[in-house]
């Protein structure tokens, strides 16, 4: 029901996306691709690593607010 309302309610002709119940339908109808890029686990847990400080300070700076 969310995804037909918002066909209807976020609807324009000056809106810069469709609204989003038809890029949601659109994304439903689509056939699924494998992943393009896929990673180990450790490779993922080095990423975390190093992203953990970007992260813990962005979490801190969006609970300040």
């Known amino acids: 029901m969310q995804r037909q309302l918002s066909r209807r309610d976020e609807a ?6 469709p609204p989003t119940g038809l ?3 659109l994304l439903a109808r689509r056939a699924e691709l494998p992943a393009a890029v896929t990673l180990t686990e450790t490779q993922a847990a080095s990423i ?3 992203l ?6 962005a979490r801190r700076d969006l609970a300040a607010r």
């Open 12 to 17: 324009s002709l000056l809106a810069s996306h």
């Open 23 to 25: 890029r949601a339908a």
């Open 48 to 50: 975390d690593a190093e």
């Open 52 to 57: 953990a400080k970007q992260r813990d300070r």
